[in-house]
């Protein structure tokens, strides 16, 4: 290719770089990172509307938001890669089975949440590889505005998350689960679900602790936990 400057241009605006000294050298598409775009999450239904003006006594809870969330981004492509996979936990749940936190149904109903037993108790999702984590949203109950209490939220690569852990959330305001006080504020559950934006960091296992809530039973529930990411690349 003749290098003039509509053809410089024409290579630069294509993402090609090629050196003007060497034109004979080969030219190299440069590495564009993935463009960003809104995750196509779907809600679930809203089982009550708004949450109280009072925030419950002995809680650190944020007031409501007034206006809409974002629609969180993640590069395009990004998939829930939560969706399917194998879930364990602390303890073995009080009722329902722990496929129910990621199998895709977000929907508030009799049997749609799985239930653990008081105190801490953690749920950890498998992503089955190390991937690009985006964005990770959090249903536990969304039946009525209450407030889990010690909510943290990590990732590793080490399934007993002893080597390498990252904390991405923590609002435990009393070091419940002693991993340290959290600095996160408390917040209502809606069907919005909970977000944390995680940045692209790259895990395999995403832990999550909490310890009851405000609800009527110190019990701990899970409804959905959805992961965003890129899949890895092998
Ligand atoms: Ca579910």
Redesign the pocket.
């Known amino acids: 290719m003749l290098l003039t400057n509509t053809n410089l241009r024409h290579l630069y605006q294509a993402g090609m770089v090629c050196l003007i000294a060497l034109a004979s050298a080969p030219c190299y598409a440069q590495a564009t990172p993935n463009e960003m775009a809104p995750i196509p999450l779907k809600l679930p239904k809203a089982a009550f509307a708004g949450t109280p003006k009072d925030t419950p006594a002995g809680t650190t809870v944020d007031r409501a938001p007034t206006k809409p969330r974002p629609i969180p981004l993640a590069p395009k492509g990004a998939v829930n890669l939560a969706l399917g996979k194998k879930v364990t936990s602390s303890a073995a749940p009080f009722t329902g089975s722990l496929a129910?936190?990621?199998?895709?149904?977000?929907e508030v109903g009799d049997e749609?949440?799985v239930e653990l037993k008081p105190r801490v108790q953690w749920v950890q999702i498998d992503l089955g590889d190390i991937s690009s984590i985006y964005q990770i949203l959090v249903w536990h109950y969304h039946g009525q505005p209450i407030v889990f209490h010690s909510v943290i939220v990590q990732v590793s690569n080490d399934p007993q998350f002893i080597e390498g852990v990252t904390t991405l959330f923590n609002n435990d305001q009393t070091n419940a689960a002693g991993l340290g006080i959290g600095k996160d504020r408390e917040y209502f559950e809606t069907n919005e679900g909970k977000l944390v934006e995680t940045k692209g960091i790259k895990a395999r296992y995403v832990r999550l602790y909490s310890k009851g809530s405000t609800y009527q039973d110190p019990l701990n529930r899970y409804?959905?936990v959805e992961v965003w990411g890129l899949p890895a690349t092998k």
């Not at 129910?100 to 977000?106: A, P």
């Open positions: 129910l936190i990621t199998d895709g149904n977000k749609t949440a409804t959905e």
